[in-house]
Antibody, heavy 119, light 107 residues
Framework: QMQLVQSGPEVKKPGTSVKVSCKAS????????MQWVRQARGQRLEWIGW????????NYAQKFQERVTITRDMSTSTAYMELSSLRSEDTAVYYC????????????WGQGTMVTVSS | DIQMTQSPSTLSASVGDRVTITCRAS??????LAWYQQKPGKAPKLLIY???SLESGVPSRFSGSGSGTEFTLTISSLQPDDFATYYC?????????FGQGTKVEIK
């Protein structure tokens, strides 16, 4: 079945970086776009950015422009989101989600990765 | 950046009620809008795409309408499984933005 499996929880110190992975299966990864979204406890969904897998083109929310990099490895059908200069406010669950380019919406979601930033 | 304003923030309703949630965009987004349902501790689930297209497997009591700047999600007869938080998400100029969410609670 179509699924996205994300890497496990992370605990990071302020000022460091985190890289979360998202492995796709059951659909054509190269014909998709992947977004990254985060959600702090009890808060709204917040869009971070996305990558069109086939072209590698990316776009990021202005808030994260200077600190985030989204990449993909087509040989392993895996997308990555790296966030640098971490601060306590980055503590959240990070989700990846796939748009198979037939809906212009994200119908396949990962299970989420908890990232905790604490000294 | 386009801002999305969802209303209401919280909605109290009973099983069987007709429920409407509104999402307004700060500028026209044509029909580039999706609706998601999220339950506590779970990833969001796609309900509606391109403003009014029902995702496969989603019950027909869910419907979406609108274009331009005003959009609605309607649940025709609220069921126990529908108590959750609902988000709209818009697409414009290679960026996506979520509304702030509407929590549907049991009255």
């Amino acid at each position: 079945q179509m699924q996205l499996v994300q890497s496990g929880p992370e605990v990071k110190k302020p000022g460091t970086s985190v890289k979360v992975s998202c492995k796709a299966s059951g659909f054509t990864f190269t014909s998709s776009a992947m977004q990254w979204v985060r959600q702090a406890r009890g808060q709204r969904l917040e869009w971070i950015g996305w990558i069109v897998v086939g072209s590698g083109n990316t776009n990021y929310a202005q808030k994260f422009q200077e600190r985030v990099t989204i990449t993909r490895d087509m040989s392993t059908s895996t997308a990555y989101m790296e966030l640098s200069s971490l601060r306590s406010e980055d503590t959240a669950v990070y989700y990846c989600a796939a748009d198979r380019l037939d809906r212009d919406a994200f119908d396949i979601w990962g299970q989420g990765t908890m990232v905790t930033v604490s000294s | 950046d386009i801002q999305m304003t969802q209303s209401p923030s919280t909605l109290s309703a009973s099983v069987g009620d007709r429920v409407t949630i509104t999402c307004r965009a700060s500028q026209s987004i044509s029909s580039w809008l999706a609706w998601y349902q999220q339950k506590p501790g779970k990833a969001p689930k796609l309900l509606i795409y391109k403003a009014s297209s029902l995702e496969s497997g989603v019950p027909s009591r869910f419907s979406g309408s609108g274009s331009g700047t005003e959009f609605t999600l309607t649940i025709s007869s609220l069921q126990p499984d529908d108590f959750a938080t609902y988000y709209c998400q818009q697409y414009n100029s290679y960026e996506w933005t979520f509304g702030q969410g509407t929590k549907v609670e049991i009255k």
